[in-house]
């Protein structure tokens, strides 16, 4: 199995610790979130990883060199130009086999990575994605109404169920291709949206994991105090 990584983008919400540091860099403890996913990539079995770099790229480059302390071959795919979350997939889809791992370069989770390649594979899937079941508050009272105005319904700060995208799939490159056009700029919701109308079935991975948006600077202040109280919460079998 092999892997595609975006980790070209600027991380403009971690300003302005992300204008002299790539977030791919970002430490948990001694390790870098980066360095933490292709530990976990290594733990379900991949072997092979294509880091797409633009934003400080140099120093992505020189911190893993070619991924051999890590037991993986690391190959660097550099954007001249932001591509979007996906764009990237087509300069080395050719060298990606016949199913891969798409992730961002900042997941942080502890998804069962090899079970979801397991279901996918089982499903038979085009498309895999991680998904994440969280509960959003809302901080005002929510006034429902028809289409005259009149209140249909009240409620108080209520606490909405959402599944969101971690971040991370799992994609047949038969499906992908011709979807994916090199130097095309294309985010990732555009190319699921795209395969579902081509036909293609895509499927979503629910595990009873963690997960934080590090791109948010609440998320990374509290993935920092659990990690440093304990390391085994993201590395597992890893630490």
């Not at 540091?21 to 290594?42: A, I, N, S, T, Y």
């Not at 795919?77 to 979007?84: A, F, M, N, R, V």
């Amino acid at each position: 199995m092999k892997a595609i990584v975006m980790a070209g983008g600027k991380g403009t919400r971690l300003h302005p610790y992300s204008a002299h540091f790539p977030k791919p860099l970002m430490p948990l403890g001694d390790m870098p979130v980066l360095e933490l996913l292709l530990r976990q990539f290594k733990h379900a079995g991949v072997e092979e990883v294509f880091l797409a770099v633009n934003h400080l790229r140099h120093l992505i480059e020189a911190f893993f060199g070619d991924g051999s302390r890590m037991g993986l071959k690391l190959h660097y795919s550099l954007e001249d130009k932001p591509l979007g979350t996906a764009g990237p997939i087509a300069a080395v889809l050719d060298r990606l086999g016949d199913d891969f791992i798409m992730a961002n370069g900042d997941l942080l989770t502890t998804l069962d990575i090899a079970a979801m390649i397991r279901f996918h594979r089982t499903h038979r899937a085009d498309a895999t994605i991680g998904v994440y079941q969280r509960e959003v508050k809302i901080d005002f009272g929510i006034v429902e109404v028809d289409a005259e105005m009149r209140m249909t319904g009240y409620r108080e700060k209520p606490s909405l169920s959402h599944l969101l995208s971690m971040g991370i799939y799992v994609l047949n490159a038969g499906k992908v291709r011709g979807l994916v056009q090199p130097g095309a700029h294309l985010d990732m919701p555009d190319l699921l949206q795209l395969m579902v109308k081509s036909g293609g079935e895509v499927r979503c991975f629910r595990d009873d994991c963690f997960w934080l948006d590090i791109g948010r600077p609440d998320d990374f202040a509290r993935a920092q105090e659990i990690y440093e109280k304990d390391p085994g919460v993201f590395l597992g079998k890893l630490a």
